[in-house]
């Protein structure tokens, strides 16, 4: 078991948002999460335990270590301030395990903020738009893929970029290196502040002459997968509504 902590896993109950507000808590020590779904809507990260007759199949299974644990990278925002160069950080380390969203604190005008990327230092493209996303292979089923971000296998080691309802049709996701480190100014000449959201969550206040730099995290989130036949895929199917006819068809005609 994980002998630097007293904890040896945590057991959340209810949706997808109280398991990434307990992975943000926990990853940094390791501690692995059995998040159950209670009340959940589409439980991407959570375990339904209607697949166990009883309570006591589950307490067996974890006493006896008959589950497996799924590693999944997370990202991290520090905020910097002063000019392009020899900058000092401003805030404390963010972490998220699905996003972390750029967007501005006031929508009531057109655009609705101007960022300019920068990835690894050099400079990527401007965006004028609601803000940009960058999220991690397990966040791609979630915010980024309303704004028609790539849905990403959460095995993967990657970071997509996706930007917000964008007034250029030349701006489109972009999907890199795990060991990128993606770069956001909100240009000067745009008075007001943007806002750092981590996972839906406030983070920071985010002005002009300031940069948020993202970048993999340092610490990764633990989940606990109680089911033996558990697939991605299928998982993709039946929280998207995607259609499998092939599927249906030998389950129609079994036996």
């Not at 000092?88 to 903020?113: G, I, T, W, Y």
């Not at 996972?199 to 300031?210: E, H, K, N, R, S």
Request: aromatic fraction near 8%.
């Amino acid at each position: 078991m994980w002998v630097n902590s007293p904890i040896d896993l945590a057991v959340v109950l209810g949706g997808d948002g109280t398991a990434l507000a307990a992975a943000r808590n926990l990853a940094a020590d390791g501690i692995p999460i059995l998040a159950a779904n209670v009340g959940g809507h589409l439980g991407f990260l959570t375990e339904s335990f209607e697949d166990f007759q009883k309570t006591e199949e589950i307490w067996d299974r974890l006493s006896e270590d008959r589950y497996a644990v799924q590693t999944r990278m997370m990202l991290q925002a520090t905020v910097f301030e002063g000019k392009r160069s020899n900058l000092e950080p401003q805030s404390d380390r963010f972490l998220a395990l699905n996003e972390m969203c750029v967007k501005p604190a006031s929508a009531d005008r057109m655009p609705s903020c101007i960022l300019e990327m920068e990835v690894d230092g050099e400079v990527v493209d401007q965006y004028q738009g609601d803000g940009l996303i960058v999220a991690t292979p397990t966040g791609s089923t979630c915010y980024t893929a309303s704004a028609n971000g790539p849905i990403m296998h959460s095995g993967m080691e990657a970071i997509a970029v996706t930007p917000i309802c964008p007034l250029s049709l030349s701006s489109r996701a972009i999907v890199l290196p795990p060991g990128s480190v993606v770069s956001i100014w909100p240009l000067a000449d745009y008075e007001l502040s943007t806002k750092l959201w981590t996972d839906g969550v406030l983070g920071t206040a985010i002005w002009p002459g300031q940069r948020v730099d993202v970048r993999r995290a340092d610490c990764e989130a633990k989940f606990i997968i109680l089911r033996e036949n558990y697939s991605y895929y299928n998982t993709l199917r039946e929280k998207l509504l995607w259609a499998g006819a092939r599927i249906r068809y030998s389950n129609n005609h079994r036996n």
